[in-house]
């Protein structure tokens, strides 16, 4: 385990016992798999696409994230690291800055397939971790948690957080004249996913300052969602937001 570079989260870092995977949860895994992905390789973004198979997510077996981390460290430096379970806002924002995206490693039960609660290994890994070998994804998301790292404003945090939502979790863009999901929010539930694509929610162009004033829903079907033309889009909107929150005009 490697704790050299965090404080705050390293309570949190926890190993995954690969081995303690049983059959039924490989077999989750790979019901989760087969259900998404005829939707998500027509609707997912092409970095997405591109970025789970660097990664080397295999559909019917649960992830290593050794063998991830692998695999993603020499293309941008990140690294999918267990822990324990949902963080506090400073320690997610040191891990992130640090380029080590906290991972859960328990799985959803069969009976909860499209909804839990807290997210899982599903969420995390399948939902996030493809993104994370975009080499512009990569570095807006570590600067996305310098910048939160270093602000004590909860008006501002939370205004960095509904940036947070509207990208990492629930992102959209537009690819070859069509609206392409890249949020994990979007990835990893079958019913987000869908109500987008069958246009039960309304897309706007993308704008940071339509977004950080526009209020996050965690509890129904996302009504209104952003898409921009390109992940340059997002890199610019951080840097332009970490400005503003130092001008104290977020
Ligand atoms: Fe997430």
């Given at each position: 385990?490697q704790t050299?570079t965090l404080s705050v989260a390293a309570p949190y870092?926890?190993e995954q016992d690969y081995?303690?995977?049983?059959?039924?949860?490989?077999?989750v895994w790979?019901e989760?798999?087969?259900r998404?992905?005829p939707?998500?390789e027509?609707?997912?973004?092409r970095?997405?696409?591109?970025?789970?198979?660097?990664?080397?997510?295999e559909?019917?077996?649960l992830?290593?994230l050794a063998a991830?981390?692998?695999?993603?460290?020499?293309?941008t430096?990140?690294n999918?690291?267990?822990?324990?379970g949902?963080?506090?806002?400073p320690a997610?924002?040191?891990?992130?800055?640090?380029?080590?995206?906290?991972?859960t490693?328990w799985l959803?039960?069969?009976d909860s397939?499209?909804?839990t609660?807290?997210?899982?290994?599903f969420h995390?890994v399948?939902?996030?971790?493809?993104?994370?070998?975009?080499?512009?994804?990569?570095d807006?998301?570590?600067?996305?948690?310098r910048v939160?790292?270093?602000?004590?404003?909860?008006w501002?945090?939370?205004?960095?957080?509904?940036l947070?939502?509207?990208?990492?979790e629930f992102?959209?863009i537009?690819?070859?004249?069509?609206?392409k999901v890249y949020?994990?929010g979007?990835?990893?539930s079958h019913g987000?996913?869908?109500n987008?694509?069958?246009?039960?929610?309304?897309v706007?162009d993308?704008?940071?300052?339509?977004?950080?004033n526009?209020?996050?829903?965690v509890d129904?079907?996302?009504?209104?969602?952003?898409?921009?033309?390109?992940?340059?889009q997002?890199?610019?909107?951080?840097?332009?937001a970490?400005k503003?929150?130092?001008q104290g005009?977020?």
């Open positions: 385990m050299a870092l926890i081995a303690a995977y049983t059959a039924e949860q490989h077999a790979a989760l798999v087969s998404a992905w939707e998500l027509r609707h997912a973004a970095e997405y696409l591109e970025g789970f198979s660097i990664i080397g997510l559909p019917d077996r992830p290593r991830i981390s692998a695999r993603l460290k020499p293309r430096g990140w999918a690291t267990p822990v324990s949902f963080l506090p806002a997610f924002f040191e891990m992130l800055a640090a380029r080590r995206f906290p991972t490693i959803r039960s069969r397939l499209e909804y609660p807290e997210p899982d290994i995390d399948f939902g996030h971790v493809p993104m994370h070998a975009h080499a512009v994804f990569a807006f998301l570590a600067h996305y948690g939160c790292a270093s602000i004590q404003d909860a501002v945090l939370e205004r960095l957080g509904r947070f939502w509207y990208t990492v992102g959209l537009r690819q070859e004249g069509e609206i949020g994990s979007l990835i990893s987000e996913c869908k987008v694509i069958e246009g039960g929610c309304a706007h993308f704008t940071l300052d339509e977004v950080v526009t209020p996050v829903k129904e079907f996302q009504r209104l969602l952003f898409a921009v033309s390109s992940f340059d997002i890199y610019d909107a951080m840097h332009a970490e503003r929150a130092a005009r977020l």
